[in-house]
């Protein structure tokens, strides 16, 4: 069983930073690929970026690319997610996810959800 906790939402002006953490109460966070994952009013969840167990490889759906980054630090059992040039379409619920899956593809393939934590960007 593994329990997320995301921290570092919060109410940021249009083209300013957040930098969201998920820690994971599990000893053994390192066989666990991680996904930011969010969540709009009335929209399915997306998923936003996804790391690698060792952090070696990343992705990024297309429209946070080259303004959000996805990072671990394995020995900390966190994950984060800077976000820069924040814009109002990225207010939306996020969420961390891990998966057992060494490349996980899909939502479903995600098994632990954090309880998610807003972001709002204003225009």
């Known amino acids: 069983q593994v329990q997320l906790a995301e921290s570092g939402g919060g109410l940021v002006q249009a083209g300013g930073s957040l930098r969201l953490s998920c820690a994971a109460s599990?000893?053994?966070?390192?066989?666990?690929?991680m996904g930011w994952f969010r969540q709009a009013p009335g929209k399915e969840r997306e998923i936003v970026a996804a790391i690698a167990r060792n952090g070696a490889s990343t992705r990024y759906v297309d429209s946070v690319k080259g303004r959000f980054t996805i990072t671990r630090d394995n020995a900390k059992n966190t994950v984060y997610l800077q976000m820069n040039s924040l814009k109002p379409e990225d207010t939306a619920v996020y969420y961390c996810?891990?998966?057992?899956?060494?490349?996980?593809?899909?939502?479903?393939?995600?098994?632990?959800w954090g309880p998610g934590t807003q972001v709002t960007v204003s225009s």
């Open positions: 599990t000893r053994t966070f390192s066989l666990y690929a």
């Open positions: 996810a891990a998966s057992s899956s060494s490349v996980p593809s899909i939502k479903s393939e995600y098994a632990y």
